[in-house]
């Protein structure tokens, strides 16, 4: 797969993979969760901001895949007025020369590691790592373990495992283990719309790190999102500038997923 990270639709397209899975991961959620979590979604042409206030981080609180200022401020207005975390992501590629004084007027400050955007073609093209960990799809009945699994991993609170637990079984979604001695230990989720695929989550409880489940969690949404036709994986994770290693970075390189971009990310300023 030959990657043009300079061309600005092809970066849109693979932020719109990701901004759809969101959108219908709000969707997935039964109201009364949304309403006890605050859990809102807002849609801007191919992108979306999402706030999650209860959840530390930028995962579930932050703008992202909009280039344009109209969308940007309309999703800034909107952002601004929730409570919690507040992010920004931004490719600086997108950028024309209009974004990064309108960043500095509203008082953004870069926060934290960038996110790499990784690619891939379908497993096929890209041959799977051994790894010994065995892997399974989660069933509707073990949702609310998925949902405390990966609750636990990411040191986010019990309450929000119904917001994990919402996706499990759902149409486009598929929800997967990480097992050893038949205990899942881990768990991921792969999103497929038409012939794209999104994978999200993928974590691992802390006791049973490093032994090749993280690895196990990758092929096996890759396998799933074969099976449902998918040609095209987006992913996205914490990216090391210094050249320190990252694990989730690293196995997905070591996967087949090629480095296709970076996101900065941005705090709002606190009013």
Known sequence: MSIQAE?????????????????DWHRACAREIRLEHSFQCLTINHGCAISLPTAS???????????RLEEL????????????????????????????????????????????????????????????????????PEAAEFGAILCHSFGLPEALIPVWASIVGKQGWSCSFALVDGKPIGAGAMYAIGDRGWLGAGAVLPAFRNRGAHKALIEARLVAGRAAGVRQFVVEACFQLSGTTNTSYDNLRKTGFMHAYTRRNFAFRED
């Open 7 to 23: 061309d600005r639709d092809w970066i849109a397209d693979c932020d719109a993979i990701e901004a759809h899975a969101f959108k």
């Open 57 to 67: 981080g930028a995962v579930f609180n932050r703008i992202f895949g909009l280039s």
């Open 73 to 140: 401020d309309e999703a800034y207005q909107w952002m601004r007025a929730k409570p919690g975390p507040k992010f920004l992501q931004l490719n600086p590629q997108v950028d024309t020369g209009v974004i990064s004084p309108w960043l500095e007027a509203r008082g953004f400050i870069e926060h934290g590691l960038p996110w790499a955007k990784l690619v891939c073609g379908p497993p096929e093209d890209n041959p799977l790592p051994a790894h010994g960990v065995r892997s399974r799809k989660v069933r509707s």
